[in-house]
């Protein structure tokens, strides 16, 4: 999202933003926060993808991930958007969730 359809319109931004950055400005928050927001999307998705084929803390990646999705989902409550906007971003916090408890009960974690 970050990379490809920052400037996309799509039915899932906030309020009623037409591009990613209308959409901070949308919640009301600053513009670092946008920026801090991305780099940290981008480097736990970089961490999550390089995680695959090397020893990383995939779980401390998710885990900031599932962190900035819960923060989305609230920034979505704070606009009083329909329930129907947040849906990628709750789908994205269970994917996060279920992929640390899966490597908890595999006790990979930290590998």
């Keep these: 999202m970050w990379l490809l359809r920052a400037r996309s319109t799509t039915v899932y931004r906030g309020g009623n933003a037409r591009t990613l950055k209308q959409e901070f400005a949308a919640y009301g928050l600053p513009d670092a926060m ?3 927001v991305g ?3 981008i480097t736990a998705g970089v961490v999550l993808l390089a995680g695959v084929f090397v020893a990383l ?3 401390v990646a998710a885990g900031i991930v599932a962190a ?3 923060g ?3 920034m ?3 606009v009083k ?3 129907s906007k947040s849906v990628p971003a709750v789908l994205m916090l269970v994917m996060c969730v279920s992929f640390i408890l ?3 009960r595999d006790g990979a974690m930290l590998s």
Excluded: C, N, Q, W
Aim: hydrophobic fraction near 55%; glycine fraction near 4%; aromatic fraction near 8%.
């Design 72 to 74: 989305s989902i609230g």
């Design 76 to 78: 979505h409550v704070k």
């Design 39 to 41: 780099a940290l999307k």
């Design 81 to 83: 958007d329909p329930v």
């Design 102 to 104: 899966l490597r908890m």
């Design 57 to 59: 803390p995939v779980e």
């Design 68 to 70: 900035l999705m819960i």
């Design 34 to 36: 946008f920026y801090v």
